[in-house]
């Protein structure tokens, strides 16, 4: 299984950006996916989540600014960041919690990270 995560590059503040990460494999099902990032010296944080129903969560520092949403026919997911502001400047990694074929549990996948720089 492998998750390509896509879209980031240097944005001015309160430009947009939308991030794009494909699962594929031989997968049977995927739960959740979401987002995290990680700026420099500074631990992952938890971004955005969707549900396999369709339900989402956000951080507090991007509520409103930013939306998740998932294509399950192609195992892809997408954050839409609006507004960005310097402090979300980090590298995003797409998450997601993926049951392999023949499998009954699933398990955490993370792409390859793609980084968001933003200008003040």
């Known amino acids: 299984v492998q998750l390509q995560a896509c879209g980031g590059g240097l944005v001015q503040a309160g430009g947009s950006l939308r991030l794009s990460c494909a699962a594929s494999?031989?997968?049977?099902?995927?739960?959740?996916m979401g987002w995290y990032r990680q700026a420099p010296g500074k631990q992952r944080e938890l971004v955005a989540v969707?549900?396999?129903?369709?339900?989402?969560n956000y951080a507090d520092s991007v509520t409103g600014r930013c939306t998740i949403s998932r294509d399950s026919a192609k195992n892809t997911v997408y954050l839409q960041m609006n507004s960005l502001k310097p402090e979300d400047t980090a590298v995003y990694y797409c998450?997601?919690?993926?049951?392999?074929?023949?499998?009954?549990?699933?398990?955490?996948?993370w792409g390859q990270g793609t980084l968001v720089t933003v200008s003040s």
């Open positions: 998450n997601a919690k993926i049951v392999l074929a023949g499998r009954a549990q699933d398990s955490n996948y």
């Open positions: 494999g031989w997968i049977s099902r995927i739960n959740d």
């Open positions: 969707i549900t396999r129903g369709g339900r989402t």
